[in-house]
């Protein structure tokens, strides 16, 4: 802020109205409405970094770090499904639709994940060629829209995930703005181009975890038993819902923390529901062990996850494997002030100024005018992220993700990643502590367990 | 289980399982029949099937029977459960009897018959198929319809075509009362000739093809406009 006549010491700033807030108030005051952004919940909320590892010393022993083996393999959808999915790391590209990101960017999310061994998944759109082509086992969402679903496409996929709810905007509907309804976009989901789309926040054909028991048998008479059912939700009533969805029938449970991704949805939404992943996490294993499905029902955690640390905490909390959205665009480019061409880099900073932002801040994504190429339906600005290129950059992430899990999973003693356990860590709050269900650092106290 | 199967094949549901039945069913070659029988309201009847065969079902079923279909022709002599025909992408379905909610969910192809009244919600989501309904519909039918044709032959209930996008509804008596969104608008010639077209697909002969009511989007929620008082 530039100051001319006043010494920046004699202003004071309003806790309940700061800048930002004077400014998000006056936005609504000129536009008559919300906002409406890409991305997750910005603010703070407690999170895996509020946990650290206690890791071995003399009472417990390492693994050495560089040569002993550490498996990363995970096996998902193995309760009622005849062909689960068998990955190579436990970290999958979480569903993002054709419409929101460019075709180019789904190819490069399943060349990636390909690449590594692991799935990645369509969204609320339907699935390409392009995104089927690349990824060697592909996830098909059945949302409440479902937008492009189609039995051939269904029998095409590796496993099938009913979406309930999204971290972002759980209780919400998907929604794709005008400016990113192509042709192509609104062909496939049988929409009028350029249309404002605001998808439906309820299944059409289902209400209730009844109901959900006979769409899932559905599904699996269609598939023929053979490819495992996921079902995802938000994290709010994570427990009932976790429990709800194992007695639906489902093999693998998805939870979406609050601070998970979308493409587009109201500002209030994104920030003011939900729960953060640390203890979406805690609350699901702990359901699944309650009803006895330890091992036979997976989780799957996502929402805010970025670096191998997140990862090995959220399986040691009870995970089995985590899904990336945001984290994964970024490996692709997403946020930076270039983009490459034939070894150059090339400045958009002017993009991200045209859209009032600047890189590493945007949140733009609703824009469709993605300086970088991802989250764009235009056919310009998608040719500035080269597939190659984006794939080998989340390669190179994936890679590198899964070596931070493994150097601490040897690091707490473990040849096995899925062998962490909540009594590896302890939380550096006490929030965190009280939703973790691990003891504050030096204490031997959970808040909520004991005094 | 193996079933033996034939050209024109009886599968007692009962006995075998939906399983068995629906594995039965895939297995038939194109140009074959089947006829379910002691069905007992089960549910995912004939789901998910691509060859082309007719399939009579003497009964009452659960939900999604037809669902997810791409080839099938299907009778159902009896009512039906939620999502009849949902997601179909091709064929015929004609049920004898009454359905009930969510009738032709999603559909995106084919013809969905009901020669009783469908419950509420009834060609929700519709993406391109046709639901042709001798009686009544109830509430939220058509909501978010985004292509293809609803023929209703007696009344429709609350909240008609709510949030509709491209569908057209056609309704021969009364309508209690159109979604946000939707509208009357007047017949063509090309309607009228719809209509009867859909009347003879459907071998419906209690429909006047020239006084139904037309009802369409307004298209004033395809894009955001709040100071239109447009309510998000």
Partial sequence: ??????????????????????????????????????????????????????????????????????????????????????????????????????????????????????????????????????????????????????????????????????????????????????????????????????????????????????????????????????????????????????????????????????????????????????????????????????????????????????????????????????????????????????GEQIDVTAGYTALGTAPGFCHECQSGACPVGITTQDPELSKRLDPELGALRLTNYLKALTMELTTLARACGKNDVHHLEPEDLVALTIEAAAMAKVPLAGTSWIPGQSF | MSVQTDASTTLDVRALGVTAVNRALRALPDGASATLIEVRGAHNLGVGLFNNITITINGNTGYYVAGLCDGPDFVINGSVGWGVGENLMSGVVRVRGNASESTAATAHGGLVIVEGDASSRAAISLKGGSLAVAGNVGHMSAFMAQAGTVLVGGDAGDSLGDSLYEAVIYVGGTIRSLGADARTEELTDADITKVRDMCQAANFDHINADTVTKVVSARALYHFDALKDQRY
């Fill in chain 1, 1 to 342: 802020m530039v100051l001319d006549h006043a010494d920046s010491s004699s202003l004071r700033e309003s806790a309940t109205f700061p800048t930002e807030m004077i400014s998000h108030v006056q936005s609504m005051a000129r536009t008559g409405r919300y906002e409406i952004r890409g991305w997750g919940a910005k603010r703070h909320v407690p999170s895996f970094d509020d946990l650290t590892f206690i890791t071995a010393s003399l009472s417990r022993y390492p693994l050495e770090g560089y040569r002993e083996r550490c498996e990363t393999k995970t096996v998902l959808g193995n309760r009622f499904a005849s062909k689960p999915l068998e990955l190579d790391i436990p970290i999958t590209i979480a569903g993002m639709s054709f419409g929101s990101l460019s075709a180019a960017a789904k190819d490069s999310l399943g060349r990636a994940a390909t690449a590594v061994g692991t799935s990645t998944t369509t969204g609320d759109g339907g699935m390409t060629q392009e995104e089927r082509r690349s990824s060697k086992l592909l996830v098909y969402q059945c949302l409440p829209s479902r937008y492009g679903f189609n039995p051939e496409h269904l029998r095409m996929a590796d496993a099938i995930e009913v979406v309930v709810g999204q971290g972002a905007k759980p209780g919400g509907g998907g929604m794709l703005l005008g400016q990113k309804v192509s042709d192509r976009v609104a062909g496939m989901r049988t929409l009028p181009t350029g249309v404002d789309q605001r998808s439906a926040s309820r299944h059409p054909d289902w209400t209730g975890p009844d109901d959900l028991t006979i769409k899932i048998g559905e599904l699996r008479e269609a598939t023929n038993w053979e490819k495992p059912i996921y079902v995802k939700f938000g994290a709010t009533r994570v427990a009932n819902d976790v429990k709800l969805a194992i007695a639906a029938g489902a093999d693998v449970v998805v939870v979406d923390g609050m601070q998970g991704g979308t493409g587009a949805t109201q500002d209030v939404f994104i920030e003011h529901t939900g729960i953060p992943t640390l203890p979406a996490v805690r609350l699901a294993a702990e359901a699944i062990r309650e009803v006895g499905m330890t091992g036979k029902v997976q989780l799957i955690v996502s929402g805010g996850i970025r670096t191998g640390a997140d990862i090995a905490k959220a399986l040691a909390l009870g995970a089995d494997a985590v899904s990336i959205g945001v984290a994964s665009l970024i490996a692709l480019g997403c946020n930076s002030a270039f983009y490459e061409s034939d």
